[in-house]
């Protein structure tokens, strides 16, 4: 059975899989049914619904802010907040397809400049978090790397999701976006509590920009930890955009890399002694430096120098 009822200004989302609990827009509750696992905890700060400015400062509870709970149906809510410069909504909904927990939000500001629209999740301190980014993070509560970041995607968040992973169970947030939407993970830790933030940002030019949103984030429980999640991503991923049938367009020898080398620099003596430790033709090489400018500048001049010539060759 799936469904969302009211309590007060409270709105208590259940499925098969979970429970989850929204105090306004902060998701301030999420348990997993198998194992009773707790996810999430109430927080003060940041505020749950962010407006995200393009100078980077951020708007939290506006000025004569009213917040209000709307149930609509068995399976559908809104969370609206209303202030003096700001209106955002939460809009919550349970899929009966998936199970998933449906989470969109969006705001508009009196104020020029929005980026995004952020939505804070605050993590129980014994919650572990896997995040794609920047090739894969580990957050756990007692080790201090990494520090606060925001990652945009999909250059530094390279999946558009993030795993919860306690007990045995697992909270995967993740978004079925196929419109190339901009998006961003804001990670903030304090004294071993995390926060992630999911943002759905804008298309530029935002001078003049004063709403964002339009992203739907899908919440909900698996059993096994974070590998049958992340597998039910990369199975969407995969289906969606055919990459069984991109991948056999692949030359033979992409399956056998299994070692790489970033930035490197056109010196051939990297060559040799890559060659005397690992077999050539399971090491891929991306070399950074080839051109006779230096990295990263005076595009779109392509020149090879002589040491990048030389380097192909060898």
């Not at 000025?63 to 969370?79: H, T």
């Not at 926060?195 to 001078?207: M, N, S």
């Not at 990369?234 to 056999?248: A, F, H, N, P, V």
């Amino acid at each position: 059975m799936m469904n969302i009822r009211q309590e007060d200004n409270a709105l208590i989302a259940e499925s098969p899989a979970f429970i989850a609990r929204f105090d306004g827009p902060a998701l301030t509750s999420f348990v997993d049914r198998r194992t009773g696992a707790e996810f999430c905890r109430p927080a003060d700060s940041p505020f749950p619904l962010e407006l995200f400015y393009l100078h980077k400062d951020t708007l939290g509870p506006d000025k004569g802010q009213r917040i209000q709970a709307k149930l609509l149906s068995d399976l559908a809510a809104r969370v609206l907040l209303v202030g003096n410069d700001s209106d955002r909504e939460l809009f919550i909904r349970l899929d009966p397809q998936t199970g998933d927990l449906c989470v969109r939000p969006s705001g508009r500001g009196a104020r020029r400049g929005v980026a995004s629209i952020r939505w804070n999740i605050s993590f129980a301190r014994q919650v572990s978090l896997i995040l794609p980014c920047v090739n894969g993070i580990l957050v756990e509560a007692d080790r201090a790397f990494p520090p606060n970041d925001r990652f945009p995607w999909p250059f530094r968040w390279n999946a558009q999701l993030a795993i919860a992973e306690r007990d045995g169970a697992a909270l995967m947030v993740h978004c079925q976006d196929t419109s190339w939407k901009f998006k961003a993970l804001n990670l903030a830790r304090a004294e071993g509590l995390t926060t992630l933030g999911f943002e759905a940002e804008q298309v530029g030019p935002l001078w003049d920009n004063r709403g964002a949103g339009g992203v739907e984030w899908r919440l909900n429980a698996y059993e096994g930890g974070w590998r049958p999640a992340a597998s039910r991503y990369r199975d969407w991923l995969g289906r969606t955009y055919g990459l069984e049938g991109k991948r056999s367009h692949r030359p033979d020898w992409v399956d056998e890399i299994s070692f790489c080398v970033c930035w490197a620099p056109a010196n051939r003596d990297l060559l040799d002694a890559l060659a005397r430790v690992y077999p050539p033709g399971r090491t891929l090489i991306h070399l950074s430096q080839w051109r006779t400018s230096g990295y990263d500048i005076d595009y779109p001049d392509y020149r090879a120098s002589d040491d990048g010539r030389a380097f192909m060759a060898r």
